[in-house]
């Protein structure tokens, strides 16, 4: 069974920065997109970046020039790093994966709570 756990999330200041990690495990495609999401309260789960298993990553323009997803394959883990972050970046965040960066069909983690005031 796939699974992702997230973690690194948190309160911060206007401005701060954090960075969420996913560890992932029981995926055997050897082609994937990984992704974060992110859902406010009230509003759609939004994508926010994604990387390629061939290293091509996107970004949502909310967030360019701040966010960067990165990789770890050794440790099969997916980061995003958050800098200069606003109020409007507070949300619950998600991991996924799935085959394609369409994400029709994505396995998603629990989400860790980021806070920004």
């Known amino acids: 069974d796939v699974q992702l756990v997230e973690s690194g999330g948190g309160s911060v200041q206007a401005g701060g920065s954090l960075r969420l990690s996913c560890a992932a495990s029981g995926y055997t495609y050897s082609s994937y997109c990984m992704a974060w999401f992110r859902q406010a309260p009230g509003k759609e789960r939004d994508r926010v970046a994604a990387?390629?298993?061939?290293?091509?990553?996107g970004y949502a323009d909310s967030v360019k020039g701040r966010f960067t997803i990165s990789q770890d394959n050794a440790k099969n883990t997916l980061y995003l790093q958050m800098n200069s972050l606003k109020p409007e970046d507070t949300a619950m965040y998600y991991c996924a994966i799935d085959h394609w960066c369409t994400f029709p069909r994505p396995n998603w983690g629990q989400g860790t709570q980021v806070t920004v005031s």
């Open positions: 990387r390629h298993s061939d290293g091509n990553t």
